[in-house]
């Protein structure tokens, strides 16, 4: 049995549906990613998973145990990293674990014992008994993983876990949270919107978009499914002649660009330059979940400032 499963799960708010009658199961083990701009309708899904919040209509379960009808149960099965900080900064890492403990009525004689199992997990042993207002962003990012992970639950939920940090922060995150998986053989979910932190973590992705699951499978997959590297050409560009070539796969005009899929492109790419018309600037890179997410919804999810893996500006010289 899957230890997630969903279907048709919706949430509506007046006239907006927020998600909109997903399905999907999740195994045992996995790390699971949902990947989708803001909006998309993440948040909301963890929220409904973690009965946090009631849906307008169909199913889910976690652990075995149905969202409405056994609240109590899915709540005891899974710990969940919520996407804005939710720790007492005046209160030390130590204490802010010590009231979780307490509150999820952990065994008294445990306590101590499971607090220092979850401070090792995630590095902050020598800083827990400073005040949390004096951790950075990524040790409080830590400290509330290692408050979701205290009562040892089967599926831990993070929403958006690195949102905010530094890349170098994010990295940290992202071996802790796959340490994580290693140790303890959990079922992880992650929210997130950026398609590195998906790639680097995730087994498998749902692609979420406008509340719709627009692709699941692992992120090989996906970009396989796009079937070729992605060249990028702005200009005057002779469009239908390029669709001839056999190693184009596909051919598109985005945002006043053309892009092509194309087979071999560090071998074909002179060929293709010489008929492709009057061109101003080429970029070429191996596909990523970003022109997947293109593929599918006609929009980029990059946001600025992100770097795509490699551009060759060849503005032409005349
Ligand atoms: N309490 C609410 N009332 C009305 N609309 C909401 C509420 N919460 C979220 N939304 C809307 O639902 C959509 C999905 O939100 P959310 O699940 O937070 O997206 P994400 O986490 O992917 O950024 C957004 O359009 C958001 O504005
Ligand atoms: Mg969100």
């Known amino acids: 049995m899957d230890i997630i499963q969903i279907k048709n799960l919706t949430k509506q708010y007046d006239k907006l549906t927020a998600v909109d009658g997903i399905s999907f199961d999740v195994k045992e083990g996995e790390i699971f990613g949902l990947l989708g701009p803001n909006g998309a ?58 009231l979780h403990a307490l509150m999820y009525n952990l065994p008294l004689k445990e306590i101590n014992s499971r607090i220092d199992k979850v401070l090792d997990l995630v590095d902050l042993q020598k800083r827990k008994h400073d005040v949390v207002k004096k951790y950075s962003g990524g040790m409080r ?65 749902a692609i979420i978009d406008h509340g719709k699951i627009a692709a699941l499978d692992s992120p090989a997959n996906l970009k396989r499914a796009l079937g070729g590297d992605k060249v990028i050409l702005k200009g005057r560009i002779d469009t239908e002649t390029l669709k001839k070539f056999p190693f184009v796969k596909k051919a598109e005009v985005i945002e006043g660009a053309v892009h092509l899929s194309v087979e071999q492109a560090g071998k074909n790419l002179q060929e293709l330059l010489c008929s492709a018309g009057d061109v101003e600037n080429v970029e070429v890179h191996s596909p990523d979940l970003n022109d997947v997410f293109l593929n ?9 400032g992100e770097a795509s893996s490699y551009i060759q500006d060849i503005t032409r010289a005349t």
């Open 41 to 98: 309708g993440k948040t909301t899904t963890l929220m409904m998973l973690s009965t946090l919040l009631k849906p307008t209509s169909g199913f889910a379960s976690v652990n075995g145990h149905d969202v409405v009808k056994q609240q109590g149960l899915v709540r005891n099965s899974i710990g969940m990293v919520f996407q804005d900080p939710s720790s007492d900064t005046l209160l030390s890492g130590y204490e802010n674990l010590k």
């Open 141 to 205: 990012r830590r400290l509330e993983i290692a408050r979701g992970l205290l009562h040892s639950p089967k599926v831990f939920f993070l929403d958006e876990p690195t949102l905010g940090l530094d890349p170098q922060t994010r990295d940290h995150i992202w071996e802790y949270i796959q340490n994580l998986a290693k140790q303890t053989k959990m079922t992880i979910i992650v929210t997130t919107h950026y398609m590195e932190e998906a790639e680097k973590l995730c087994n498998r992705i």
């Open 296 to 304: 599918l919804t006609g929009r980029a999810m990059r946001e600025e």
